[in-house]
């Protein structure tokens, strides 16, 4: 029989695992995924990984974060899932929009091939025209960053009906490359019964039973629950699943998501790999994984950093920056302890009831009014007490409009975004932005390089990362994501009253030195705003430079002392 359709197929070489998850969402699967990568990474294989979400927008820029979670910026300017993130960090890889695959983004291009005529009047189906979209981008994912081995991580529930031709589409595949270059493993929830005293399994059951209901058989099972699963559990649900006792494995709850590799490596997660992959058996290399739990674990120090945010009552929505602390803390060998402030319940006056208990104020990313005010503040207390600051996107707007009112003069500085009428829209949109229409058109969004002065903090920072440059300073780049600016046209007023600019977007036309990517206040122990986002390039042995510097920082505010660093 001829097939009214080509099938696709991936690379020859390459190999390819499918991580599902089952019972409930938000177990993890996006951690078992990266810890898995991290453990192939370990052994020297090329790794990449592609996060399927069956929602049917089209990314999740356009989202709230209270919906799901932070919005994670890829070099290439993506707007994607926050696992994306996750696998950066943990497989310590750069990642691009191929890697965030949605159902909008499958349709979308299935409905403008079939108007321009690219399926030969065919009528077009899930089977075999929107399977083979979603085929061709994981294979595509894998080619284009030359992998031996790509992770694809369906995400949702086993069941729910939008995950359905995804799950077709993986199905497929295994028959596409062959059995030996698939694997599949499910991670599902084992509740604990406290009145029974014991795990239930049938959860589990009904899950691997449903996903077999699409033509899956799972080769592994991670089993989510808050204590090691006991040997008896795991043989029981081996028997009853299919699955072989030595491929399933217990992924109980960690004290350190960077801890979850380690203990999956210890139950033999790689014996399996290896095997049904038909891969090398290769020592990993884990000391820097080793160190940095050990750090986790027992820190020399600690500090405690306040910040200032609208979504403080959804900490997904600041993930990348929370990790970012984190690894700054390793750096410094010392404990980030977080307190969430909601910036609408900072009150009036000098806010030292809401900031006096900590070694250093970080004001995060957003969009919108609300609680813009108690940002302010948190900026303006910050500078006038002498404590470590970090504004990052808006946090340096906010620094930009507090020093324009109280140190430049400039009464009722603000953002147009804020206040349309400001007399001194010291924040503003470019003229260029205000005629583009459609929402995330008007974004500066991916990488964007940014110029850094001779003689600045921010130099200092980026000592280790700079190559040499010409006597105006070196280039580094960080990923964007915000629409409003520096106002051009104050910005040599704000300079004027001691404000440092001390990195500039070179290249820009019509824009002088160019916009502006950062400031500083000289004579303060640490004061520093970026208009980019470096919470997004930050890895475990690659921690940001600037959260590096500030938690240093925060470090010697609260010892009395300067302290070494790691990295």
């Known amino acids: 029989m001829v097939l009214p359709w080509a099938p696709v197929s ?3 070489e390459t190999r390819y695992v499918f991580v599902t998850g089952g019972v409930v969402s938000s177990l993890g699967k996006g951690i078992a995924t990266s810890s898995i990568g991290t453990l192939l990474r370990a052994r020297g294989y ?4 592609v996060k399927i979400d ?3 927008n089209v990314d999740a820029g356009t989202m709230r974060p209270y919906e799901h979670g932070e919005v994670f910026v890829t070099d290439d300017g993506a707007e994607t899932d926050l696992d994306i993130g996750t696998y950066e960090r943990f497989l310590d890889v750069d990642l691009s929009r191929r890697n965030n695959l949605t159902t909008g983004q499958v349709y979308l291009a299935v409905i403008q091939k079939e108007r321009q005529g690219a399926y030969l009047s065919q009528t077009v189906q899930v089977i075999p025209h929107v399977t083979d979209e979603i085929k061709a981008r994981i294979y595509e994912a894998g080619e284009a960053a030359n992998a031996e081995i790509v992770l694809v991580e369906v995400g949702g529930t ?3 009906i939008e995950s359905l031709p995804f799950l077709e589409a993986i199905r497929q595949i ?5 059995r030996e270059r698939t694997l599949y493993i499910h991670v599902t929830l084992l509740p604990y019964l406290g009145a029974a005293e014991e795990y239930k399994t049938k959860p589990t059951q009904h899950s691997v039973a449903t996903l077999r209901g699409v033509g899956i058989q799972p080769d592994g099972l991670i089993l989510r629950s808050r204590s090691p699963v006991p040997e008896e559990a795991k043989a029981k649900i081996a028997l009853f699943t ?5 491929a399933v494995f217990s992924a109980y709850d960690a004290d350190h998501v960077y801890a979850v590799p380690e203990m999956l490596e210890g139950q033999g997660i790689a014996r399996l790999l290896e095997r049904q992959l038909a891969l090398e058996r290769v020592t990993p290399e884990l000391r820097v994984w080793q160190e940095a739990v050990r750090i986790l674990r027992q820190p020399e120090r600690h500090v405690s950093i306040g910040v200032v945010g609208k979504y403080v009552a959804m900490p997904d929505a600041y993930l990348s920056l929370m990790e970012a602390l984190k690894h700054a803390g390793i750096a410094n060998r010392a404990r980030v302890d977080i307190d969430w402030v909601s910036a609408e319940e900072v009150t009036n006056g000098d806010a030292g009831d809401a900031f006096d208990a900590y070694d250093g104020i970080l004001v995060p990313g957003g969009f919108g009014v609300r609680g813009i005010e108690g940002k302010v503040r948190a900026a303006r207390y910050a500078r006038e007490r002498g404590i470590p600051y970090l504004g990052i996107c808006l946090g340096l707007q906010v620094a930009v409009i507090e020093w324009a009112r109280h140190v430049a003069g400039l009464g009722g500085a ?3 975004e804020f206040d349309p009428y400001t007399p001194h829209p010291v924040i503003d949109l470019m003229p260029e932005q205000l005629e583009v229409d459609g929402l995330g058109g008007t974004m500066r969004l991916g990488s964007w390089p940014m110029r850094i002065a001779r003689g600045t903090l921010l130099e200092s920072l980026y000592a280790n990362r700079l190559e040499a440059g010409s006597r105006d300073g070196v280039t580094i780049s960080e990923r964007h994501r915000h629409r ?19 990195g500039v977007t070179p290249g820009m036309e019509g824009r002088g030195e160019g916009l502006v990517e950062a400031i500083e206040i000289s004579g303060h122990p640490f004061f520093l705003g970026l208009q980019s986002h470096p919470e997004f390039t930050s890895r475990l042995m690659r921690p940001s430079p600037p959260f590096t510097g500030f938690i240093r920082s925060a470090v010697e505010r609260r010892q009395g002392h300067p302290v070494d660093v790691m990295v």
């Open 10 to 12: 991936g690379h020859k």
């Open 46 to 49: 090329r790794v990449t990984a």
């Open 54 to 56: 069956p929602y049917i």
């Open 158 to 160: 086993v069941g729910d």
């Open 174 to 178: 295994r028959f596409e490359v062959g």
């Open 242 to 246: 299919n699955v072989e006792a030595d």
């Open 414 to 416: 603000n953002s147009t």
């Open 484 to 502: 409003y600016e520096v106002n051009p046209a104050y910005v040599d007023a704000l300079k004027a009253a001691g404000l440092v600019v001390s």
